[in-house]
Structures are given as structure tokens and as C-alpha cells.
């Protein structure tokens, strides 16, 4: 709900001023966000994503927001060489954005590159340690690492912080899942889909839990 609302004051914004690179960077953003949690389909929103970040660098070309913004829609599309470059680009302009670090070691996770990952992932976390979003995926990156008594640790410090976030108590059961503990993953993969009012790709992550209980 968050994200839908602001995505649409980020609209409203845009549509106030259509030269306010921020506001479509942020635009850019909610749309990723909302397509990687499943409450929109790739097809409709991964083109906002990537027209408004491009919408952004074209009316300020030196954004660290508009650069980071680009480079997660790029990710998205499988770009990834794209997507390194504007990270990297973000960085050198902004090194103390969060956001930037945090997407950038998605990134790098997702290239196989764990030990960068984690490095960029606790940087963003030392900048916004009271970011939600960036504490969980610390735990993502000790996930995709197939370390998990560090990711399980580290997501029940986001769960901690707030019971009700969706996520954390995905990743949480889905290192739980991988942990063998596997009880404990499907508790915690049903909290996750009930939180997120049942968004697809939480709830199949229920289904393979099951699965995997037997």
C-alpha cells in the first residue's frame, strides 16, 4: 500500500512539474519495487520504470537517483552491463547513497559476486540503518551466499524490527527453507503472504515450502 501510494504523489508531481528529476526517478522506483514484490505484472510496469529513470537523467544527467533508478530497471531486464555501469556511475556521483549501494549488491548477487555483494549491502546499511528494505537484504545476501545461519540471523533482526513487514518474514522462512527447518519456513512463509494481502510470489513461496515438506 505504501508503494501504490507513493507511486501516485510521485505521478501527482510529475504531472505538477514535468521537469522535477526526482520525483520521476522515485516514479521509477516504486514501479521496480512494486513488479520484484508481484502487486504489478513485469510487462506493465518494468516500461515506467525504465522511461521514467531515463525521463530523469535526461532532465538531470548528473543524478545519483536518476543513474540508480536506471540502473535497477536495466537489472530488471537482464541488462546487466547497463545496470553496472549506472550503478557505478550513481556511486561516484553520491557515495553516501543508500539506495544505490543496496540495488548495486542485488546486483552483484545476482552476478555470483557474493563477498561485493555483502560489502555494498552493509554499506547501504551503515547509511539507512533503519531502512527495512536494506537490513532484510543484508539477509538476501547471505542467502544467495548459501550461508544461512547469517541470513536467519540477519532477517530475524528485520523481523524484530518490525513484525509486520511482509518481506523480512519471507526471507526469513525461505532461509529457513533452505536451513532444513522446514516447520518453521512454511509458519513464517504464511505470515508473509497474509502481510502482503497475498501477492502471488509470496504465496507461492508458501507452495514451495510445502513442497519441500512433503
Not at 12 to 26: E, M
Not at 29 to 36: E, K, M, Q, Y
Not at 98 to 124: C, F, P, Q, T, V
Request: hydrophobic fraction near 40%.
Amino acid at each position: 500500500e505504501s508503494m501504490q501510494k507513493a507511486e501516485q504523489y510521485f505521478q501527482q508531481a510529475v504531472d505538477n512539474d514535468s521537469t522535477y528529476a526526482a520525483a520521476y526517478s522515485g516514479l521509477a522506483d516504486c514501479n521496480s519495487g512494486l513488479t520484484w514484490h508481484g502487486f504489478k505484472s513485469p510487462a506493465e510496469a518494468l516500461p515506467k520504470a525504465y522511461a521514467a529513470a531515463r525521463k530523469a537523467l535526461e532532465i538531470n544527467p548528473e543524478s545519483a537517483e536518476a543513474h540508480a533508478s536506471l540502473g535497477l530497471a536495466m537489472s530488471h531486464r537482464w541488462d546487466w552491463s547497463g545496470a553496472e555501469a549506472e550503478f557505478r556511475r550513481a556511486l561516484q556521483l553520491d557515495p553516501q547513497y543508500a539506495n544505490a549501494h543496496h540495488w548495486y549488491g542485488d546486483y552483484l548477487s545476482i552476478r555470483g559476486r557474493h563477498n561485493e555483494a555483502l560489502a555494498e549491502a552493509k554499506r547501504a546499511l551503515e547509511l539507512d540503518p533503519l531502512n527495512l528494505m536494506i537490513s532484510t537484504w543484508v539477509g538476501l545476501r547471505y542467502y544467495l551466499a548459501h550461508d544461512y545461519r547469517h541470513a536467519i540471523e540477519q532477517n530475524r533482526n528485520s523481523v524484530e524490527l518490525d513484525p509486520n513487514f511482509a518481506a523480512a518474514h519471507l526471507l526469513l522462512g525461505e532461509d529457513y527453507r533452505e536451513a532444513g527447518l522446514h516447520s518453521e519456513a512454511v509458519n513464517e512463509l504464511k505470515k508473509a503472504a497474509n502481510l502482503s494481502g497475498d501477492s502471488p510470489l509470496y504465496t507461492a513461496q508458501v507452495a514451495a515450502a510445502l513442497a519441500v515438506e512433503g
